[in-house]
Structure formats: C-alpha cells, structure tokens
C-alpha cells in the first residue's frame, strides 16, 4: 500500500512540474495555454494535499521560510484589506487572483527535489524565450527596413508576441538566471549542456531583450552587469565598460538616444512617470492606512489630476509607490519586508555554498532579484502576471539548492 501510494505521489509530482515548466516557459506568448497548466497543476496540488499532505508539503517550506511566510502573509492580508476600504468598490476583489501566483514559489520549493530537475527546468525555460527571441529577430529584421524610413530607431520596437516591457522583463530575469554559468572557467563542461552551446541559447534573447527598447530593463541589466563584474568576474567588468564606452562614441546618436533618454528629465515618458509618481504620493497621503485599492486606478488617477499622456495613470508606473499607494503603510512595509528578507537569504546562501555551480546559481538569483527591482521602479511589473510568474519561480531557486543534499549535483 505504502509502495503504491509512493508510486502515484512520484507520478502526480512529475505531472505537477511538468505543468509548471509549461506555465513558465510559454507565458509569455500564450497566456491562456500558461494560465490552463497553472489551473490544472494548482488542482492537482490540492488533491494530493487532501490524499496525503506529506507528499504534498514538505518540512523545508517552514524553515528558512518562517520570515518570508509571515511578511507575504501579511501583505496578503493588507492587500485584501485594502479592497474592504476601495474608492470605487465595484469590482474591487477582481483581481485578486494574482495573489495566487505565490503558489509557484511554494510548489517550486516543495517539488523540485533534485538538482538535474532544478536544471533542466531552468534550460527548458532559456531555451524557449531563445526561440521565441529567434523568431522575433527575424520578424524584427523583415520590419526593420519597411519602418526605418517611417521613424527613428528608437521608435523600432520588439513587440510581436507580448507587450514590450513585459517581455523585456521575462528575457531579463531568465537571463540573469544562468547568466553567471557564461563566464565562470571552472565550471566548464560541469552543466547539463555545454557553456558554448548555453552561450548559442542566451544570445538571441540578450539581442531580442535590447530589440524591445525598453530602458527600465537597459538600467537594470547595465547595473546588474557591473555588480557580476566587481564581485564576480573583473576581467568581464574592463571589458563590459570597454564596450559600453566605445558603442557611446562609436554609434550613431539615433541608435543610442533612447538609452541616453533614462536620464533625461525631460523626456516625455519621464516626465509623465514622474506626473504619475507625484499623484502616487498624495493618494497614499490621503489613504495612507488602507490605500485606495488596486481598483479602478485611472478613474481615481483622474480626481487628482486630467491626463496629459497615453497610458498616463493606468497605473503608477512603479512598483514601490503602486503597492504604497494601493495598501497603505502596512502593506507597504509587509511587501518590502517579503523582498528584503528573500534577499538576505539569497545572500546567505550564496556565502555559505561551497558547489561551484550551486554557487553561480545563487548568484544568478541575486541578480534576478536586483534587476527585476530597479526596472520596478519604473514600471508596475509585480501587477504584470505574466513577469511574475516567471519571477516566482526563479527566487524560490536558492530555497531549492539549499534543500537538497549536499551531494546531489550534476557531476
């Protein structure tokens, strides 16, 4: 009985990661095919759970966890909060589904339970935004001559399957995923695949990500490369720098004011974000315990100030002052609190692994983490369900490495 029921356990586990990799490695061209596998594995969860929750569960979720359980917790809880005190009540409770994408950081943790799944998953995922990447290149290249008399380089965007920023955003975090394995000399040939061949994977996306123009993602890859460079690798630093100053000078302007752009305060979309940032500030002031609800933004926007631009107050374009706004001080401090304590586990970890290839990994999802918060600061990427699938899944990646034995690695 006990082997049958270990058997059907090991089954139902294959057929639940088998549909999270597809969630994660399609969301973003097919939203209904990810959220149809998210569905279903989250139903298979829960009867496994009911038949025997040992198999469901496991001991590792309560550790190291404890802190981060109790601050997404009470974010939850402030967040849901927050819908009982809505400006517009009407259809204040819609979205909180999103809320259940933590469940891919759970499920990740309490599933993948060696290091070769750990792996490929993480693979299948890079491996599937490279041919996603290939496809738009060669789509891009065929628009590329019919619009370059139209408008300006800058103007010429990647975005055929998804939103730009969204897809910016997935390309970005996946990449820093596996990115420190590129440069690493001793881990050669130690992966599931070799480092040339993971190198002919990432290149397509890295062009593709740059493709989109999507300068949240421009800063923060820029930063988290200067970050791998001092801490990791100083030979990639000189060279990084090397090629950034030579493209500054080397490059014709219309190819590199966009990038320049960041840091102009006048730039129409800056200068509209920080429109968008001012009335986020007097929305918390006005609600700074519950918040006004993620409910109705532009019509709430609209009381504070008319709209000058596209796309001005959909949302804040930010995601420190979305959630403040939104939640309140509590849930505010809840969602911080969540990230900064992830954060510093990831960094402990990253300390205390001794693995080479566990060790990059772990640096990997630091990066991960640093990215995906500096291009938040310029865009509501924690509301976009599609980025945040794949987020939940590559931060529980450090949880997973330090739940395995420290004998089980690919070698």
């Given at each position: 009985m006990k082997n049958n029921l270990a058997n059907y356990s090991d089954k139902l586990n294959f057929v639940i990661l088998t549909l999270l990799t597809i969630q994660i490695s399609i969301v973003s061209i097919s939203i209904a095919v990810s959220s149809i596998?998210?569905?279903?594995?989250?139903?298979?969860?829960?009867?496994?759970?009911?038949?025997?929750?040992?198999?469901?569960?496991?001991?590792?979720?309560?550790?190291?966890?404890?802190?981060?359980?109790?601050?997404?917790?009470?974010?939850?809880?402030?967040?849901?909060?927050?819908?009982?005190?809505?400006?517009?009540?009407?259809?204040?409770?819609?979205?909180?589904?999103?809320?259940?994408?933590?469940?891919?950081?759970?499920?990740?943790?309490?599933?993948?339970?060696?290091?070769?799944?750990?792996?490929?998953?993480?693979?299948?995922?890079?491996?599937?935004?490279?041919?996603?990447?290939?496809?738009?290149?060669?789509?891009?290249?065929f628009k590329f001559f019919e619009m370059a008399g139209e408008m300006p380089f800058s103007e010429i965007r990647i975005d055929f399957f998804n939103y730009p920023l969204t897809s910016a955003e997935i390309k970005m975090i996946s990449l820093f995923s596996l990115f420190p394995l590129v440069f690493s000399d001793y881990l050669r040939d130690k992966f599931v695949i070799k480092r040339s061949l993971l190198i002919i994977i990432i290149i397509p996306v890295i062009i593709s990500m740059l493709l989109t123009q999507s300068r949240n993602v421009m800063l923060a890859t820029a930063v988290c490369l200067l970050i791998y460079g001092i801490f990791i690798n100083r030979k990639f630093l000189f060279s990084f720098i090397a090629v950034v100053i030579l493209a500054a000078f080397l490059l014709p302007s219309s190819y590199t004011e966009r990038t320049k752009s960041i840091f102009d305060p006048e730039h129409p979309s800056n200068k509209s974000r920080i429109e968008m940032w001012k009335v986020g500030i007097e929305m918390f002031k006005d609600h700074p315990f519950t918040g006004i609800a993620d409910s109705h933004i532009k019509e709430v926007y609209e009381t504070y100030k008319t709209p000058e631009a596209y796309g001005e107050g959909v949302h804040l374009h930010n995601n420190f002052l979305m959630i403040l706004a939104t939640t309140g001080i509590f849930g505010f401090i809840a969602w911080l609190g969540m990230f900064i304590s992830i954060f510093l586990i990831q960094i402990?970890?990253?300390?205390?692994?001794?693995?080479?290839?566990?060790?990059?990994?772990?640096?990997?999802?630091?990066?991960?983490?640093?990215?995906?918060?500096?291009?938040?600061?310029?865009?509501?990427?924690?509301?976009?369900?599609?980025?945040?699938?794949?987020?939940?899944?590559?931060?529980?990646?450090?949880?997973?490495?330090?739940?395995?034995?420290?004998?089980?690695t690919i070698s």
């Amino acid at each position: 009985m006990k082997n049958n029921l270990a058997n059907y356990s090991d089954k139902l586990n294959f057929v639940i990661l088998t549909l999270l990799t597809i969630q994660i490695s399609i969301v973003s061209i097919s939203i209904a095919v990810s959220s149809i596998s998210f569905g279903i594995w989250i139903g298979l969860w829960l009867i496994q759970f009911l038949i025997n929750k040992n198999s469901a569960l496991n001991k590792n979720l309560f550790i190291d966890l404890k802190t981060v359980n109790y601050f997404i917790l009470a974010y939850a809880f402030f967040e849901i909060l927050s819908r009982f005190f809505a400006v517009y009540p009407e259809g204040a409770f819609s979205n909180l589904k999103r809320l259940l994408l933590f469940l891919i950081f759970y499920v990740s943790i309490a599933k993948i339970v060696n290091f070769k799944t750990l792996t490929y998953i993480l693979l299948i995922n890079i491996s599937t935004i490279s041919v996603i990447s290939i496809i738009e290149i060669v789509k891009y290249a065929f628009k590329f001559f019919e619009m370059a008399g139209e408008m300006p380089f800058s103007e010429i965007r990647i975005d055929f399957f998804n939103y730009p920023l969204t897809s910016a955003e997935i390309k970005m975090i996946s990449l820093f995923s596996l990115f420190p394995l590129v440069f690493s000399d001793y881990l050669r040939d130690k992966f599931v695949i070799k480092r040339s061949l993971l190198i002919i994977i990432i290149i397509p996306v890295i062009i593709s990500m740059l493709l989109t123009q999507s300068r949240n993602v421009m800063l923060a890859t820029a930063v988290c490369l200067l970050i791998y460079g001092i801490f990791i690798n100083r030979k990639f630093l000189f060279s990084f720098i090397a090629v950034v100053i030579l493209a500054a000078f080397l490059l014709p302007s219309s190819y590199t004011e966009r990038t320049k752009s960041i840091f102009d305060p006048e730039h129409p979309s800056n200068k509209s974000r920080i429109e968008m940032w001012k009335v986020g500030i007097e929305m918390f002031k006005d609600h700074p315990f519950t918040g006004i609800a993620d409910s109705h933004i532009k019509e709430v926007y609209e009381t504070y100030k008319t709209p000058e631009a596209y796309g001005e107050g959909v949302h804040l374009h930010n995601n420190f002052l979305m959630i403040l706004a939104t939640t309140g001080i509590f849930g505010f401090i809840a969602w911080l609190g969540m990230f900064i304590s992830i954060f510093l586990i990831q960094i402990r970890y990253y300390q205390i692994e001794r693995d080479p290839l566990k060790r990059m990994l772990l640096f990997g999802s630091i990066l991960v983490m640093i990215s995906f918060q500096i291009s938040g600061i310029f865009e509501w990427s924690f509301g976009d369900h599609e980025v945040m699938t794949v987020f939940f899944f590559l931060i529980a990646v450090p949880f997973i490495i330090k739940a395995l034995p420290a004998d089980d690695t690919i070698s």
